[in-house]
């Protein structure tokens, strides 16, 4: 694809490879998910490809219109062993031109990592662990997976699979996350989340009973509002 334009051709086929700690879950690349880096209004010079399956968080380098120098992956940045990385989200760091937080959640320990970026010489960054974050509800009792991240620049919220619940954070000023709530996700098996436009609302897909869930976020506290049913939902974007 070509980043501000419709779907193209494609510009080249990356296969990314390796193995994780876990094998059952990780012993294979298993992308789940790809991000233009930096984000807009930044011109992008990375396309960051996450790997469940190597703990990797590959970059593929482009051009300012997206296609790339070379259709080849290496890694940019890496996960604690077997935390099996599923999304991330970006913000821009306050007050550092240029720089970024990156946070991304491991589906297999439910643990959210945020990263530095920090820009370096031709286009390339920098990324330095700096902080880690449990989502998941105290005292729990079985083994959830995380599945979705995503932030209005004021909250960041995190859904758990087979605990079903939704996880926010309020943003501090210098990036770092402080804990607002956790509450049901409305429904079984949040598979993924989206943000409405004015980040006032997020809907969850609630895969395995068939509906979507509304939540009312612009308070930081999910608050149910509504929800719909839709055959085993996986995916929500809003256009």
Known sequence: FKF???VTSPQGIVTLKGTGPNAERQEAAHGHQVWAFPPAPAKPSYVLAVDLGTDIIWGIRCNDDGSWVKAEATPAFKVPGGAGPRHLTVLPAAGQA??????????LNCILYQFLATPTEGGAYDFQLTAEYDTRPEKCET???SSAI?????HLFVANRFVDTLTSYA???DGSLEKVAIVPCGGQVPRDASLSPDGKFLVVCNQQDNHLSVFDVSTGTPQLKSDFTTPSPTCVYFL
Not at 150 to 154: A, M, Y
């Open 4 to 6: 501000g334009m419709n």
């Open 98 to 107: 240029g720089h970024y937080h990156v946070y991304v959640i491991g589906e």
């Open 143 to 145: 083994e959830p997976f």
């Open 150 to 154: 995503i932030t209005n620049g004021k």
């Open 171 to 173: 943003v501090q000023p």
